[in-house]
């Protein structure tokens, strides 16, 4: 089995101001520099008017930045976006692409989170890559279709294990507190690994994330999952001290 070193990425989503969103990111700056060696990589992704610095805040540390959306166009006429080229700008090394809420609340297809990726690849930044299905999808025994057409759709051309990660959210999981079961996980990043095999390059060292209601009491069970190589994690990054218990439950 291909070794994968665990990814732990906190999702600030539309959460922080300047003052608290420092305090945090100095606070897990400072744990992962006194960490020593670790059995995973810590990355953060506020709100992107908090990029540039919390960035300054983190320079010297080993924790990792991140965007939580990019537009497929570099610049131009288009109020509200923000290019890929801006969050490297800010330090950024990897995007969130395509999370179940973008896809919802904006109406975000398949083809365009494709594109997104491929612009986000074209500069340098690793995309994390989201797909899930909702409860009623579950229900009616459509989970494993449901991942294979976002994947199918929303994996671009080009994409390898060094630039993308792909994230399982089941959305009925997303800030309810359900939690899906670590045989679910298991299915379904198995069915994930199969699946990405000739849409990603090296496709066994892709790291496949889990995320739905990840908290410190429930990781180290979902973290020692097949497959499961780290979280991406909501609520629960945006206290310190549950997020960092998060991290070290990895092994």
């Given amino acids: 089995m291909t070794a994968r070193r665990k990814l732990i990425a906190g999702n600030w989503k539309m959460n922080g ?13 400072g744990r992962v520099n ?8 810590l990355l953060i992704c506020p709100p992107f008017p908090l990029l540039f610095p919390v960035a300054d805040a983190i320079a010297g540390s080993a924790l990792a930045l991140g965007g939580q959306d990019c537009a497929a166009k570099t610049s131009g006429a288009h109020t509200g976006d923000v290019a890929p080229t801006m969050l490297t700008d800010a330090g950024c090394r990897y995007v969130i692409l395509g999370h179940s809420e973008r896809r919802a609340d904006h109406g ?35 989970a494993n279709a449901v991942v294979s057409g976002q994947l199918a ?4 051309a080009g994409a390898t ?15 309810t ?29 892709a790291k496949i994330l889990y995320g739905g209601s990840v908290k410190p009491s429930n990781a180290a069970e979902l973290m020692a999952v097949e497959n499961v190589d780290g979280a991406l994690v909501g609520g629960a990054s945006l206290k ?11 092994r």
Avoid: M
Wanted: with cysteine; proline share 3%.
């Fill in 17 to 29: 101001l300047k003052a608290d969103g420092l305090a945090l990111a100095s606070d897990l700056a």
């Fill in 34 to 41: 006194g960490a020593g060696a670790t059995a995973f990589d």
């Fill in 108 to 142: 975000e297809s398949d083809a365009l989170i494709a594109a997104k990726a491929a612009a986000a690849h074209a500069q340098g930044l690793i995309a994390i890559i989201c797909v899930g299905e909702t409860e009623s999808q579950r229900d009616a025994g459509q």
């Fill in 153 to 156: 759709g929303s994996i671009p």
């Fill in 161 to 175: 294990a060094a630039n993308t990660v792909i994230a399982y959210e089941p959305v009925w999981a997303i800030g």
């Fill in 177 to 205: 507190g359900k939690t899906a079961t670590p045989e679910d996980v298991r299915a379904v990043h198995a069915h994930i690994r199969a699946e990405l095999e000739g849409k990603i390059a090296d496709a066994g060292a």
């Fill in 240 to 250: 310190a001290d549950d997020f960092w218990a998060i991290a070290t439950s990895c």
